[in-house]
Nanobody, 118 residues
Framework: QVHLVESGGGLVQPGGSLRLSCAASGFTFSDYAMSWYRQAPGKKRELVAT????????NYIAAVKGRFTISRDNAKNTVYLQMNRLKPEDTAVYYC???????????WGQGTQVTVSS
C-alpha cells in the first residue's frame, strides 16, 4: 500500500524557516520524480518544486527560487523542502507528489499546513 506522509508544517513568523519532510513507502522511491505542491485558500494547487528520481535535477517556480530548496534521500525514501525567508504569501497546504514518467503512476500525500504570520 502506497503512503506519502508529510510533516514539518506549522506557524512561523515572516522571515522564518521551516523544513518539510515527506516519507514514502509502498513503491520504489528511486523510480519516481518527487515534487512539492501547495494550495492556498481560494486558489488552485500549484507546483512549487521538483527533483528528479536520482536527485540530479531540480526545478522551482519563480516565487520560491533562492528561498526554497528541494532535496531527497533515496536511502531513507524521503523528500524534503527547506523553506527560508518565508513570506505570508507562502501560506498554504503543502502536498508531496510522486510521479513516474515511464508508467505515469502518480501518488499524493495528505498535505501539511504552513502558515506564515506575525
Amino acid at each position: 500500500q502506497v503512503h506519502l506522509v508529510e510533516s514539518g508544517g506549522g506557524l512561523v513568523q515572516p522571515g522564518g524557516s521551516l523544513r518539510l519532510s515527506c516519507a514514502a513507502s509502498g513503491f520504489t522511491f528511486s523510480d519516481y520524480a518527487m515534487s512539492w505542491y501547495r494550495q492556498a485558500p481560494g486558489k488552485k494547487r500549484e507546483l512549487v518544486a521538483t527533483i528528479s528520481n536520482r536527485g540530479a535535477n531540480t526545478n522551482y517556480i519563480a516565487a520560491v527560487k533562492g528561498r526554497f530548496t528541494i532535496s531527497r534521500d533515496n536511502a531513507k525514501n524521503t523528500v524534503y523542502l527547506q523553506m527560508n525567508r518565508l513570506k505570508p504569501e507562502d501560506t498554504a497546504v503543502y502536498y508531496c507528489n510522486a510521479y513516474n514518467y515511464a508508467s505515469f503512476y502518480e501518488y499524493w500525500g495528505q498535505g501539511t499546513q504552513v502558515t506564515v504570520s506575525s
